[in-house]
């Protein structure tokens, strides 16, 4: 089956960096767009960055100008770097395979798909 597997999570004093990384493995033939998501205590799971297969990105207005999405297609990963993190940055840091395409069985089938989550804390 699919799985992600992330990775580069911490503690990390504020205005300083951490890389995120996210691989996808299984029989993996394509997928739409991957993205990071983050969920703080209290709060809803938002949107952090996503990024389409050919390249195109989105992010929240929050982290714009401070972290950069990217993948590489050919390692079915996604990387997040993450600079001048602030202690509003804390949360959990979730990767997604949107629109995957995989060999299940003998059968393609698309889906979407959630890593298990890495901590993020940005000290004061």
């Known amino acids: 089956q699919v799985q992600l597997v992330e990775s580069g999570g911490g503690l990390v004093q504020a205005g300083g960096s951490l890389r995120l990384s996210c691989a996808v493995s299984g029989s993996i033939l394509s997928i739409n767009a991957m993205g990071w998501y983050r969920q703080a205590p209290g709060k809803q799971r938002e949107l952090v960055a996503t990024?389409?297969?050919?390249?195109?990105?989105n992010y929240a207005d929050s982290v714009k100008g401070r972290f950069t999405i990217s993948r590489d297609n050919a390692k079915n990963t996604v990387y997040l770097q993450m600079n001048s993190l602030k202690p509003e940055d804390t949360a959990v840091y979730y990767c997604?395979?949107?629109?995957?395409?995989?060999?299940?069985?003998?059968?393609?089938?698309?889906?979407?798909?959630w890593g298990q989550g890495t901590q993020i804390t940005v000290s004061s």
């Open positions: 990024i389409r297969s050919g390249g195109s990105t």
């Open positions: 997604t395979a949107e629109g995957a395409l995989y060999i299940s069985g003998i059968s393609p089938r698309r889906g979407d798909f």
